[in-house]
C-alpha cells in the first residue's frame, strides 16, 4: 500500500518560474490537503479539497492553485516562483467520515526558489 | 479561527527519563480532535496519539500519554523511558468537527525539537 505519494523530493526553481508539485493518494480518501513547513511557524495550510471537483483555500494560498479531477489525484501549481515560496511542502489525506482519522502524510517536497 | 502553541521551542531529555511536552489551543468549539505527531529527520510526519475532546479519558499509546485539560485548553504530551529514536520534533495540531470554513482543517503548533542523550 503505497499511501501518499509526492512527487519531487527536491526541486530548485528560478524566481518567475512554474511548476506543479503532484500527489497521490491510493486509499480512496475524500480530504486532501496541501500544507508548506516554514522554521518556527509549523505547518500551515495552502489549499484542501473535500472530493473531487472541490477545492478551497487554507491560510496561506496566495501564488498557489490546486484542482481535483479524480479522487487520487491533488496536484498544486506554483503559478510564479518568489523566494518567500522557498518551503518545505507536504501533501496529506484522510477520510472524511469519523474525524478522529488521522491526516496521512507524503514525505514532502524541498523547494527552493533562487 | 483555532489556534495552537507550543511555547517551548526545544526540549532535552536523559535516556530512560520522562519529559512533557506543553501545548494549548484557543478555540471556541466544544467538540474536536487533538493530535501529536513526531518529525524525525527524514521529514516523514508520524502521527504518535490523538484525543478526542468529548473524551475524558486521556489517551495513551505504549510511551507517550497525554494530559488533556478541556477547560484550560491544554494538551501534553508525556513521553516515558525516553529512547534515542525518540528525538524529533514533535507538533501539537488541532482538527475542528466543524463545518464551514474550518472543515478538516487541521492547525499545528509551531513545533518543540527534543533531543534525547544517551
Known amino acids: 500500500n503505497a499511501g501518499v505519494t509526492q512527487t519531487p523530493k527536491f526541486q530548485v526553481l528560478k524566481t518567475g518560474q512554474s511548476m506543479t508539485l503532484q500527489c497521490a493518494q491510493d486509499?480512496?480518501?475524500?480530504?486532501m490537503s496541501w500544507y508548506r513547513q516554514d522554521p518556527g511557524m509549523g505547518l500551515r495550510l495552502i489549499h484542501y479539497?473535500?472530493?473531487?471537483?472541490?477545492?478551497d483555500q487554507g491560510e496561506v494560498p496566495n501564488g498557489y492553485n490546486v484542482s481535483r479531477s479524480t479522487t487520487e489525484d491533488f496536484p498544486l501549481r506554483l503559478l510564479s516562483a518568489a523566494p518567500s515560496q522557498t518551503s518545505v511542502y507536504f501533501c496529506?489525506?484522510?477520510?472524511?467520515?469519523?474525524?478522529?482519522?488521522?491526516?496521512?502524510f507524503g514525505n514532502g517536497t524541498r523547494l527552493t526558489v533562487t | 479561527a483555532q489556534t495552537v502553541t507550543q511555547s517551548q521551542p526545544e526540549m532535552s531529555v536523559q535516556e530512560a527519563e520522562t519529559v512533557t511536552l506543553s501545548c494549548t489551543y484557543d478555540?471556541?468549539?466544544?467538540?474536536?480532535?487533538l493530535f501529536w505527531y513526531k518529525q524525525p529527520p527524514s521529514r516523514q510526519m508520524i502521527l504518535v496519539i490523538r484525543?478526542?475532546?468529548?473524551?475524558?479519558q486521556n489517551a495513551t499509546e505504549n510511551r507517550f500519554s497525554v494530559n488533556f485539560q478541556k477547560a484550560a485548553k491544554s494538551f501534553s504530551l508525556k513521553i516515558s523511558d525516553s529512547q534515542l529514536g525518540d528525538a524529533a520534533m514533535y507538533f501539537c495540531?488541532?482538527?475542528?468537527?466543524?463545518?464551514?470554513?474550518?472543515?478538516?482543517?487541521?492547525?499545528f503548533g509551531q513545533g518543540t525539537i527534543l533531543t534525547v542523550h544517551p
Open positions: 496529506a489525506s484522510s477520510y472524511l467520515q469519523g474525524w478522529n482519522s488521522p491526516l496521512h
Open positions: 486509499m480512496n480518501h475524500e480530504y
Open positions: 479539497s473535500v472530493g473531487a471537483g472541490i477545492t
Open positions: 478555540t471556541s468549539e466544544s467538540d474536536y480532535y
Open positions: 484525543q478526542e475532546a468529548y473524551k475524558q
Open positions: 495540531a488541532y482538527r475542528s468537527r466543524a463545518g464551514g470554513t474550518s472543515y478538516g482543517k487541521l492547525t
